[in-house]
């Protein structure tokens, strides 16, 4: 599974972070690895230099082999959080896609 890392102006996208996401996403989607071919991480953080609620973003798109790409998007406070989130329905997609898969 190849992971692609993404940040807007507002966040800084370092080796850390970086690091840090792709551990993550590695261990949370290890049993879908056979599916994904590639996942894209798009980081924003909507309000900019501003304080406020839920203004972290974190879209997540899986490409799945043989079908449409799966995308989710989770709003947070922070950035780990808002990835945390995004990877939860994420899962929650990838077992359901899959899961119609199996039953026929």
Known sequence: MIIQFNTDN???GNERLAEYI???LTDGLSRFN???TRLEVHLTDE???KEGQNDKRC???ARVEGLQPIA???HDNTIEQAVNGALDKLK????SVLGRLKKY
């Open 22 to 24: 792709d551990t993550l």
């Open 10 to 12: 507002n966040i800084s």
């Open 72 to 74: 989710v998007t989770n």
């Open 92 to 95: 929650a997609s990838l077992d």
């Open 47 to 49: 309000n900019g230099k």
């Open 59 to 61: 879209m997540l798109e």
């Open 34 to 36: 056979a599916h994904i």
